[in-house]
């Protein structure tokens, strides 16, 4: 019987055979990394953090929010490539993103085909993913409260957790965790670098998926306050958190680049602003841009070195 992702044949990237396929060394980097949403935006990230496997920089700690969260898998399994081979192969796959996910899992991305099929066609490295020697926290957005909530590896259910920070609103049912209905951590946090000064690393890098002149529209949205009024009727403090979320976000990138300005963080962002939607699915478009992250850190990699050795 034929594999039903095969004979679709959906579209892939062009440069797909040429993305790399090894694996990272077991050296650990002390500080934390943490890496915005963004949905396929995050291709950028993933190109990023291929090219810091290459380079042996395997962080600790790692923080991700939505698209972040996804792309810190194969960074934690040490897998170089990994994740652009199954974004810039499965993309077009109903049954991972559109109808198809729609159907088993309530929303745009196919979360349990991602885990329980994907995964492990692809080989997933879950035993290294799993050690107890790098942390990983997921964010996402606690509806009941309005507020943000942090999931760490080892201490919780990580893939629902996972699943929970990358569920799109509007278009998805939340997820519920212990009986607690969440979505996106990026609903009401876009950047979880506030919460990485806090713990207290001496090194913090951050890696975005908007260029840096990039701010959020501040201005107040009556179509859209009736839009999430309609659709979150029941959770109040979400619908306050989700209407603060742009002045948030540029309140975080200001304080981001003057805490880099003093050398107390190390930021990689787009070059050139990034003309991919959400839900791109442009694979041309799509492998660019993980090229992109890939170059750009790379050419970045000493400054990066430099900032670590301080």
Known sequence: ???SHISRKPKIYSGYKNL?????SEEITEGCLVLEGGGWRGLYTQGA???LMEEGINFRNVIGVSAGALSAMGYLSGQIGICARVNLKYRHD???CGMGAMIEDGGIMGFTYFFKTIAEREGFDWDRFFSPERRLLVTATNLKTGKIEYFEKGKCNIRKAIKASATVPFMSAPVKIKGVPY???GCVEKIPYRYAKEEGYEKIVVIRT???AYRRNEEKSVFKSFLRKAAYLPYPEFQKGMAEVNADY???IDEIMADEEAGRVFMLAPLDPVDISKFDGDMEKLGGLYERGYTEMKDNIQGLRDYLKK
Request: hydrophobic letters at 25%; one cysteine or more; aromatic letters at 4%.
């Open 94 to 96: 109903p049954k991972y």
């Open 210 to 212: 908007r260029d840096r």
């Open 183 to 185: 979505l996106d951590g």
């Open 250 to 252: 540029n309140r975080c």
């Open 20 to 24: 790399p396929n090894a694996r990272a």
């Open 49 to 51: 953090l291929d090219a």
């Open 1 to 3: 019987m034929k594999d």
